[in-house]
């Protein structure tokens, strides 16, 4: 009976080994590459800075100076120039990653949860349950996310929270699947048939023996949708379905720049220049991410 008991265990043991060896070549792997590793450090100092914003920050972001209006760069005081009403660029920026970031990561736990909720339910229960979800999930799916969270702007109201559930809400469709399908990959494995053999709750199963095994295909497809949402969030701004003002966004200083691109250009080229290499940033990391855990490469 001993023995009985000692196999599951064993082989459990042996899995894990694996998930960790698997875990640090992946790491070694995305070290290896420079682009993806300066990047993540950038993306680093990015999310210290939102995080510092009023500490860093000269100015708040809603405080005018109304005799420096539409300065230019370099200008006593306000080194990045300030907008029309006198307020501080360089502290509008500030607050604008502050924005963009809390609405990117915030969109994307969203996502996460009624991902993994959906997918994971679908996958390993399968059955009616399994063609229900699906069946939710493919007319999610038809419908364009981008004009889904419109519509939940529009209804739930240009608050910064609104904004982030609306983007959330529109984009869990693709990573559903992508959890379903491994689900119904891991679920047949050895270990998840010990597990279940020695008595373990299909809850435990679930969160202990198959949602860590499908981690690394949902970061990489997290880290891509991070500035899917930077995206979004700027140009649901752009169309004026943002953030309510005075609270700055990189989408509505883009818009705002451009009405006066002759008199003031910084007022555009700032913003634009910052929105692009956040997004560059986040994309080249999850590039690398994705080609961490590609080990196709190997197996030639």
């Not at 009403?85 to 970031?101: H, M, N, P």
């Not at 996310?145 to 982030?164: D, K, N, P, Q």
């Not at 250009?265 to 080609?291: C, E, K, M, N, S």
Request: glycine letters at 10%.
């Amino acid at each position: 009976m001993a023995t009985i008991t000692e196999e599951p265990a064993a082989t459990a043991g042996v899995e894990a080994g694996e998930a960790r060896s698997h875990w640090s070549r992946a790491w070694a792997r995305f070290k290896a590459n420079r682009l993806a590793f300066v990047s993540l450090i950038f993306c680093g100092l990015l999310i210290v800075t939102a995080l510092a914003a009023p500490w860093i920050a000269p100015y708040h972001f809603s405080e005018t100076d109304p005799d420096a209006r539409l300065a230019p760069l370099g200008t006593e005081g306000h080194l990045l120039g300030t907008d029309l009403l006198g307020r501080d660029i360089f502290s509008r920026l500030i607050y604008g990653l502050r924005t963009a970031l809390f609405v990117a990561f915030g969109a994307e736990l969203a996502s996460l949860v009624v991902a993994i909720l959906i997918g994971l339910s679908a996958g390993y229960i399968g059955g009616r349950v399994d063609q229900g979800l699906m069946g939710i999930t493919d007319v999610m799916y038809a419908f364009p996310s981008y004009l889904f969270a419109i519509v939940l702007v529009t209804v739930m109201g240009r608050s910064l929270w609104a904004v982030m559930l609306a983007i959330g809400i529109s984009s869990w469709v693709t990573q559903a699947r992508l959890v379903r399908a491994q689900v119904l990959t891991v679920k047949e494995r050895e270990y998840v048939e010990a597990a279940r053999s020695m008595g373990a709750s299909g809850t435990t199963i679930s969160l202990r023996y198959i949602l860590p095994n499908a981690i690394g295909p949902l970061l990489v497809t997290t880290s891509f949708a991070i500035p899917a949402a930077i995206g979004a969030e700027a140009g649901l701004a752009l169309l004026g379905l943002g953030v309510q003002p005075p609270t700055p966004s990189w989408g509505s200083m883009i818009s705002e720049g451009t009405s006066y691109i002759l008199a003031a250009p910084h007022l555009l080229f700032l913003p634009a220049a910052l929105f692009a290499l956040t997004l560059l940033a986040f994309t080249w990391v999850g590039d690398g991410i994705r080609d961490a855990f590609d080990t196709s490469g190997e197996d030639r």
